[in-house]
């Protein structure tokens, strides 16, 4: 029989609940309802650094969103921390919008969750019509027998 004594061998990892969140239809020039997730730290000597890319933001007590945060290394470790995220659609355009939160702890693999959400209610251009020949106040008679103007 083989009796192994002290702590196993645990390696230093940033670990995330979640590997994607789809926030869904955003209109434009607001935000999305946000997405939490867990962070949890094992054996890490160095901060968490979590960055959101473009179109999207974090935050800890959602109230304050920003791009970047930055947690305690023995935070991490100590219990896991709730992180809010959402959506920001102000691209201007109708598309879906793409992209990722990475975790980085010093030299560790990087924990990356990725994101997706569609930026809608931007109106597509338009086209003015302008006729020389059409006279804008003349009633027109149609068959049903009104008038109207144009």
């Known amino acids: 029989m083989i009796t192994v004594k002290g702590n ?8 995330t609940s979640q590997q994607d969140i ?3 239809s955003v209109i434009t020039n ?10 949890t730290g094992v054996k890490l000597t160095a ?12 935050s800890l007590d959602d109230d304050i969103y920003a791009s970047t945060l930055t947690i305690p290394f023995d935070t991490a470790n100590l219990l896991p921390v709730s992180i809010y995220a959402r959506a920001v659609a102000n691209t201007g355009t109708n598309q879906t919008l793409s992209g990722t ?20 209610g931007n109106a597509a251009p338009g ?7 059409l006279n804008y106040t003349t009633p027109l008679r149609y068959r049903c027998g009104f008038n109207a103007l144009i």
């Open 47 to 58: 901060n968490v650094v979590i960055t959101a890319s473009a179109n999207f933001e974090v």
């Open 8 to 15: 196993p061998i645990i390696n230093p990892e940033v670990r």
């Open 101 to 120: 939160i990475t975790h980085v702890s010093g030299t560790l693999p990087v924990a990356n969750i990725n994101l997706s959400a569609v930026e809608y």
């Open 127 to 133: 086209v003015l019509l302008k006729s020389e020949n």
């Open 22 to 24: 789809a926030f869904g």
């Open 30 to 39: 607001t935000t999305s309802a946000p997405k939490t997730y867990v962070l």
